[in-house]
């Protein structure tokens, strides 16, 4: 049984999008870096920052080409999938570490820094125009 994520975050940087072979076939691909926060109160009683992860998140098919369009560095995101570990080799170095990354089934936008939105048209209006 898989590794549930669900964490909100800040993306890194801007997602990359990429078409990669899978089994034969072309899909599609979005990649980012997402700083997962944690926050407690302080001893005044305020929020403070406490901890926090970097995790490379992956995203493919159809929601892959919506997150390299709609979100940029900066935007707050909570981001549900599935966790996995992986190995990798530090640059300057000959040794494996462990690593993590997220699957991403969805990756929603958090409300937090949005200023406005716009909705595309509902399909039987799309499909009539």
Known sequence: MPNRFE????VGSAP???????RGE??????????????????????????GIWLAVSVWGRRAEQVARLLRKG???M???ELRTFEYTP????????????????VLLTLARVESVVFAAKREEAAAA
């Open 75 to 77: 935007a707050r995101v």
């Open 26 to 51: 072309d899909r599609q691909v979005a990649e980012m870096r997402v700083f997962f926060d944690e926050y407690s109160r302080g001893e005044d009683g305020e929020f403070e920052q406490t901890g």
């Open 16 to 22: 990359t999008l990429k078409t990669v072979t899978v």
């Open 91 to 106: 640059d300057g170095t000959d040794v494996k570490v462990p690593g993590f990354q997220v699957v991403a089934d969805d």
């Open 7 to 10: 964490g909100k975050g800040n």
């Open 79 to 81: 981001v549900q999938g």
